[in-house]
Nanobody
Framework: QVQLVESGGGLVQAGGSLRLSCVASDQSFSNYAMGWFRQAPGKEREFVAAIGWSGYSTHYSDSVQGRFTISRDNAKNTVYLQMNSLEPEDTAVYYC???????????????????????WGQGTQVTVSS
């Protein structure tokens, strides 16, 4: 059983920044791509960003491209989401997920769907005020 624990959410004004963290309990963390999704009230969970197992490959949704940066520290079993230039539309609960495939060769569209992930964290609330 893998546990993912997110942190770093909070209330911020539009234009501000937050950095989310997700710590994994799995010691084989470095073998799996990771992703961030978000869910706003009344909406379905949507893809935000993904990063390959080595950290060299990343993929973003169009809505956050250029504002958010995903990164990872395999020595700390942690994946991060740096969020800059936040907008009220970014308000949501943010979840990290673990890829169900080990050492996925390429990331991209394959990691934009929820079914590609087998474990999720409990989520962290991000609220952006206008």
């Amino acid at each position: 059983q893998v546990q993912l624990v997110e942190s770093g959410g909070g209330l911020v004004q539009a234009g501000g920044s937050l950095r989310l963290s997700c710590v994994a309990s799995d010691q084989s963390f470095s073998n799996y791509a990771m992703g961030w999704f978000r869910q706003a009230p009344g909406k379905e969970r949507e893809f935000v960003a993904a990063i390959g197992w080595s950290g060299y490959s990343t993929h973003y949704s169009d809505s956050v491209q250029g504002r958010f940066t995903i990164s990872r520290d395999n020595a700390k079993n942690t994946v991060y989401l740096q969020m800059n230039s936040l907008e009220p539309e970014d308000t949501a609960v943010y979840y990290c997920g673990k890829d169900r495939l080990s050492r996925r060769f390429t990331i991209g569209q394959g990691l934009t769907v929820r079914n590609s992930y087998d474990y999720w964290g409990q989520g962290t609330q991000v609220t952006v005020s206008s």
